[in-house]
């Protein structure tokens, strides 16, 4: 009798002919009400939406910000130079380090300057780390010896002061330039530094210029340095000269441009394997890096990492869908008797079928759009303590608000469907 009771008034009640389309703003505002009056339900649904896009926004925003800061460094030593390292040394059967070995001399520097016509700017130097002391303070950093091309080859010139002289890297003048790190440590940030002397392994030298800032490249600070001439670092600090000539622990080759660096490149390992006696198949007693080639292999690397990275951001999308769905479906359970009274007073199946997907996609939009603000929000605050370029991808935050719309959509056609096909005589009998 019951089940009669309700066809009758499924029939008294619901006139096909009257149903008319929703508007969609009635539709929104529908479905906007049904998510307010489940607040904590709905913040909890959106929360896999959130984390999901703010990880996407934030570790592209990352990825590409360390990118950039890495290749303006690494620009600014010039992306058009060559670095040629000396061997490694061997102690019994264990191989040290690249330049740890006496293979390459001031003469082969000269001799690339002189006989390689894509070499324009040549520049040797020596590198080893030591004590420095200025009254009461000390201070352990690195200590270049150079010669008068250095500054040209790593664009890097005096902020105060001046570099040493052709006479004074003659005469192995005992004066240095220091980096800005070294300067604060020792002599402070405010100091008059011009005349100052240091003591670098017991031996006295006069400052007479203080290097622009460079900033860090990776671990390694690159105002943490002191040059002195490299006649003076190879008779008083290193002294450990080649048979013949002054040994150095690399060589830089600038040309001017990126083009001609291949050129370069094979001029200078010619030369070199000649000078060494270096003949097939014996291995070459040094080692070039191209800065053009580790800009590239870098980006490179930053890039798969960053795909790996957001790839598995990804999976947050993932089940942030699932949680749509599965609530989403609860919903439909939950409000069987309310659809069964919409389409007994003339809601038609698209109708509903609209409700429960706009649920869904209103969902999933203000999750993506709250994930958006909080990657940005997350990538500035990284870019700001770890000191790197700040960047937002545009296309990254038009992926990401394309995920969330899809998210939705995708999550929640099965529950809208599911609503839809409701029969409504069955729906108004459930509890």
Same mark, same amino acid.
Request: hydrophobic share 45%; net charge neutral; glycine share 10%.
């Given at each position: ?13 619901y ?9 969609l703003?009635?539709?929104i ?12 339900r709905?913040?909890l649904t959106?929360?896999?939406v ?12 990352v990825?590409?910000?360390?990118q950039?800061?890495?290749e303006?460094q ?7 130079? %060559?670095?040629?390292?000396?061997? *490694?040394a061997?102690?019994?059967? @264990?191989?040290?380090?690249? $330049? =740890?070995?006496?293979t ?7 001799a690339?300057?002189s006989q390689a ?11 080893r780390?030591a004590q420095v002391?200025?009254?009461?303070q000390?201070t352990?950093?690195t200590i270049y010896?150079?010669d008068?091309?250095y ?6 010139y005096?902020q105060?002061g ?10 192995s ?19 008059n530094?011009?005349g100052?002397? %240091?003591?670098i392994?017991g031996? *006295?030298?006069?400052?007479?210029? @203080?290097m622009?800032?460079? $900033? =860090?490249?990776g ?9 002195i ?15 013949s000539?002054?040994s150095?622990?690399g060589i830089?080759?600038k040309s001017?441009n ?11 390992t010619n030369?070199l394997?000649?000078r060494?006696?270096?003949y097939?198949?014996q291995?070459?007693d040094?080692?070039?890096?191209n ?5 590239n292999t870098?980006s ?7 795909i790996m990275?957001v ?13 749509i769905a599965?609530i989403?479906?609860v ?8 659809i ?5 007073v ?7 079928l609209?409700?429960?997907?706009s649920?869904a ?5 203000i999750?993506g759009?709250i994930g958006?603000a909080s990657?940005i929000?997350?990538?500035?605050a990284a870019?700001?303590i ?5 960047v937002i991808s545009?296309?990254?935050?038009i ?6 719309l ?7 056609v099965?529950p809208a ?7 409504p005589?069955t ?5």
């Amino acid at each position: 009798m019951l089940k009669n009771f309700y066809k009758a008034f499924y029939s008294a009640v619901y006139k096909p002919k009257n149903t008319r389309t929703v508007p969609l703003l009635e539709i929104i505002s529908m479905a906007a009400e049904s998510l307010w009056s489940n607040k904590l339900r709905t913040g909890l649904t959106m929360l896999g939406v959130i984390i999901g896009i703010s990880s996407v926004i934030a570790i592209t925003s990352v990825g590409q910000g360390v990118q950039k800061g890495v290749e303006q460094q690494i620009q600014a030593l010039g992306t058009n130079v %060559i670095q040629i390292l000396a061997g *490694a040394a061997r102690s019994g059967n @264990v191989r040290q380090g690249v $330049g =740890s070995s006496s293979t390459l001399t001031w003469e082969d520097a000269k001799a690339i300057a002189s006989q390689a016509p894509s070499a324009d700017v040549v520049s040797a130097y020596l590198q080893r780390n030591a004590q420095v002391v200025y009254g009461g303070q000390n201070t352990s950093t690195t200590i270049y010896g150079t010669d008068l091309n250095y500054s040209e080859v790593r664009n890097t010139y005096p902020q105060e002061g001046r570099y040493f002289t052709q006479e004074e890297l003659d005469t192995s003048a005992q004066v240095a330039i220091l980096g800005p790190t070294v300067k604060n440590t020792l002599l402070g940030q405010n100091s008059n530094v011009m005349g100052e002397k %240091i003591r670098i392994q017991g031996e *006295a030298y006069e400052v007479i210029g @203080v290097m622009e800032p460079k $900033g =860090s490249q990776g671990p390694m600070d690159r105002d943490d340095q002191i040059f002195i001439p490299l006649t003076s670092m190879s008779g008083r600090l290193v002294g450990n000269n080649a048979l013949s000539g002054i040994s150095v622990n690399g060589i830089l080759v600038k040309s001017s441009n990126e083009q001609r660096l291949e050129a370069a490149q094979f001029q200078v390992t010619n030369l070199l394997r000649l000078r060494h006696n270096i003949y097939p198949p014996q291995a070459d007693d040094f080692r070039l890096t191209n800065q053009a080639d580790i800009v590239n292999t870098f980006s490179n690397v930053v890039g798969l990492f960053t795909i790996m990275i957001v790839a598995i951001a990804g999976i947050s999308l993932v089940v942030g869908g699932i949680g749509i769905a599965n609530i989403m479906l609860v919903s439909v359970v939950e409000r069987t008797r309310e659809i069964g009274i919409r389409k007994a007073v003339g809601a038609t199946n698209s109708a509903v079928l609209n409700q429960f997907l706009s649920e869904a996609i209103m969902i999933s939009i203000i999750g993506g759009s709250i994930g958006i603000a909080s990657g940005i929000v997350i990538a500035f605050a990284a870019a700001t303590i770890f000191k790197f370029p700040f960047v937002i991808s545009f296309l990254a935050v038009i992926a990401g608000f394309g995920l969330s719309l899809s998210v939705g959509l995708v999550a929640g056609v099965i529950p809208a469907r599911n609503a839809a096909k409701l029969d409504p005589i069955t729906a108004l009998r459930s509890d």
